[in-house]
């Protein structure tokens, strides 16, 4: 078997080549802790605190009302730019409510000048809400969550961020909506290490776009997430649910990912980019370009309803999680359905292949999708209809290739490039150019 032949430096570099980060906790982060759920619904009476710039009614910091904001509190912000790295900690700011612009999040700016680490942090708080700010230039992440349940992050943009534009880590339930996130070398959008639940809580990412990233939406570990009615394009890959040993509860299980659209995710970053391009520890090996759905790893998972075109490497591929140390029991590929979904627009803008497995583990499934042109290997010998069950076809030289496609130098080599359709208001990102900031 191929993983048995690699060294473990170079199956950690093959696992940052395929587009898993190394750890979110690269970064100072609070220590992960079980989610417990609030200690009780506050009763109130429950008060509006104001944040303003000017005025005898209002706190001058946004920290400072939420200092003096009791459970079920909302602190209301003003329109304007806030130079902070607002933190909302522990049991007693449960249910708390901080509010910007809704109609125009825009309008209200958290920068972090390149210096703070993350605009809104919320750790151990439940039913906590943020809504209506724009982050920007923050070192780590716009707006995140840990060691929480029923969290809320609405109409929020997340820009030119150091890691993560918005982000959930070891939380139970959830709500990412109506909200942008672009320019990241991380992920746009992330929800990883979700602890496992007899009676799950699932995960709600809904109407959200992401755009420039290195990776429109990672899920390492994530468990319970529904990802439906979103855009992702122009990022390096598109959306990347995956197993990793450097966080908890691995395999991804039981995610939907539906009537998205995944389109144009051939930003080769390394040739230029906005943001700082962070090297893996094995000095600097690259995350795959031109893919638009990835499953790396993982169990009953759905890929279902989506539009997926124009990504020049791969629409939607599924690989074996071989490099697991730690969770070897979690590598193989098990119940996975990829079927419903709309590849290519018709011929007008196809994919370099519409699909792609490795033929590992089983009861993985595919189709019938629409609009498939080419698939890897070519005769779709790894890839049986749905409904299926028993053991999939493997095929060791479909692995070695996908490997190869990560390991290419020129992250381009591999694509196969079809013209695309024109697309009011948004351009196809393949080499940044300028003009973020």
Same mark, same amino acid.
């Given at each position: 078997?191929?993983?048995?032949?690699?060294?473990?430096?170079?199956?950690?570099?093959?696992?940052?080549?395929?587009?898993? #980060?190394?750890?979110a906790g690269a970064v100072d982060y609070p220590p992960p802790k079980e989610p417990?759920?609030?200690?009780?619904?506050?009763?109130?009476?429950?008060? #509006?605190?104001?944040?303003?710039?000017?005025?005898?009614?209002?706190? /001058?910091?946004?920290?400072?009302?939420?200092?003096?904001?009791?459970?079920?509190?909302?602190?209301?912000?003003?329109?304007?730019?806030?130079?902070?790295?607002? +933190?909302?900690?522990?049991?007693k700011k449960r249910y708390l409510k901080l509010v910007g612009n809704n109609k125009?999040?825009?309008?209200?700016?958290?920068?972090?000048?390149?210096?703070?680490?993350?605009?809104?942090?919320?750790?151990?708080?439940?039913?906590?809400?943020?809504?209506?700010?724009?982050?920007?230039?923050?070192?780590?992440?716009?707006?995140?969550?840990?060691?929480?349940?029923?969290?809320?992050?609405? +109409?929020?943009?997340?820009?030119?961020?150091?890691?993560?534009?918005?982000?959930?880590?070891?939380?139970?339930? =959830?709500?990412?909506?109506?909200?942008?996130?672009?320019?990241?070398?991380?992920? =746009?959008?992330?929800?990883?290490?979700?602890?496992?639940?007899?009676?799950?809580?699932?995960?709600?990412?809904?109407?959200?776009?992401?755009?420039?990233?290195?990776?429109?939406?990672?899920?390492?570990?994530?468990?319970?997430?529904?990802?439906?009615?979103?855009?992702?394009?122009?990022?390096?890959?598109?959306?990347?649910?995956?197993?990793?040993?450097?966080?908890?509860?691995?395999?991804?299980?039981?995610?939907?990912?539906?009537?998205?659209?995944?389109?144009?995710?051939?930003?080769?970053?390394?040739?230029?980019?906005?943001?700082?391009?962070?090297?893996?520890? #094995?000095?600097?090996?690259?995350?795959?370009?031109?893919?638009?759905?990835?499953?790396?790893?993982?169990?009953?998972?759905?890929?279902?309803?989506?539009?997926?075109?124009?990504?020049?490497?791969?629409?939607?591929?599924?690989? &074996?999680?071989?490099?697991? &140390?730690?969770?070897?029991?979690?590598?193989?590929?098990? =119940?996975?359905?990829?079927?419903?979904?709309?590849?290519?627009?018709?011929?007008?803008?196809?994919?370099?292949?519409?699909?792609?497995?490795?033929?590992? =583990?089983?009861?993985?499934?595919?189709? /019938?999708?629409?609009?498939?042109?080419?698939?890897?290997?070519?005769?779709?010998?790894?890839?049986?209809?749905?409904?299926?069950?028993?053991?999939?076809?493997?095929?060791?030289?479909?692995?070695?290739?996908?490997?190869?496609?990560?390991?290419?130098?020129?992250?381009?080599?591999?694509?196969?490039?079809? /013209?695309h359709v024109a697309k009011p208001g948004i351009t196809p990102l393949e080499t940044?150019?300028?003009?973020?900031?």
């Amino acid at each position: 078997m191929l993983h048995r032949r690699m060294t473990a430096v170079t199956a950690v570099a093959i696992a940052a080549a395929l587009g898993v #980060t190394a750890t979110a906790g690269a970064v100072d982060y609070p220590p992960p802790k079980e989610p417990k759920g609030a200690t009780g619904k506050p009763k109130g009476p429950f008060r #509006t605190l104001r944040v303003c710039k000017t005025g005898h009614s209002c706190f /001058p910091r946004i920290q400072d009302a939420v200092n003096e904001a009791r459970a079920g509190d909302t602190v209301k912000v003003d329109n304007g730019t806030w130079k902070e790295a607002v +933190r909302i900690i522990g049991a007693k700011k449960r249910y708390l409510k901080l509010v910007g612009n809704n109609k125009n999040p825009n309008k209200v700016v958290l920068e972090g000048s390149g210096k703070k680490a993350n605009g809104v942090l919320v750790n151990g708080a439940d039913k906590v809400t943020i809504s209506g700010f724009r982050a920007q230039h923050y070192r780590s992440n716009g707006f995140f969550v840990t060691n929480a349940s029923d969290y809320k992050m609405t +109409r929020l943009v997340a820009w030119l961020g150091g890691v993560y534009g918005i982000y959930a880590f070891n939380t139970k339930g =959830g709500e990412i909506s109506n909200s942008e996130a672009a320019w990241h070398n991380d992920a =746009g959008f992330y929800i990883g290490q979700t602890p496992p639940q007899s009676r799950p809580k699932r995960s709600i990412v809904k109407n959200v776009t992401s755009y420039g990233n290195v990776i429109g939406f990672s899920g390492t570990n994530m468990k319970y997430v529904t990802i439906q009615d979103s855009k992702f394009y122009n990022n390096g890959t598109g959306i990347v649910p995956n197993a990793l040993d450097s966080e908890k509860y691995a395999p991804p299980e039981q995610n939907v990912i539906t009537r998205n659209e995944v389109f144009w995710n051939n930003f080769n970053y390394y040739k230029g980019s906005p943001f700082k391009k962070e090297k893996t520890k #094995t000095g600097g090996v690259p995350y795959p370009v031109g893919i638009g759905i990835l499953l790396f790893g993982g169990r009953n998972n759905q890929v279902t309803g989506n539009k997926v075109y124009g990504n020049y490497l791969v629409g939607v591929g599924a690989l &074996q999680q071989f490099l697991l &140390q730690k969770y070897v029991d979690a590598k193989d590929l098990i =119940g996975n359905e990829v079927q419903g979904n709309d590849f290519g627009l018709g011929g007008a803008d196809r994919n370099g292949r519409d699909i792609s497995y490795d033929g590992n =583990g089983s009861g993985n499934c595919w189709g /019938p999708n629409t609009g498939v042109q080419t698939m890897f290997p070519e005769d779709g010998s790894t890839m049986p209809a749905c409904p299926f069950t028993g053991a999939n076809a493997f095929n060791a030289d479909a692995q070695k290739a996908a490997v190869d496609w990560a390991l290419d130098a020129t992250h381009e080599a591999a694509w196969i490039k079809y /013209p695309h359709v024109a697309k009011p208001g948004i351009t196809p990102l393949e080499t940044y150019t300028g003009g973020v900031k």
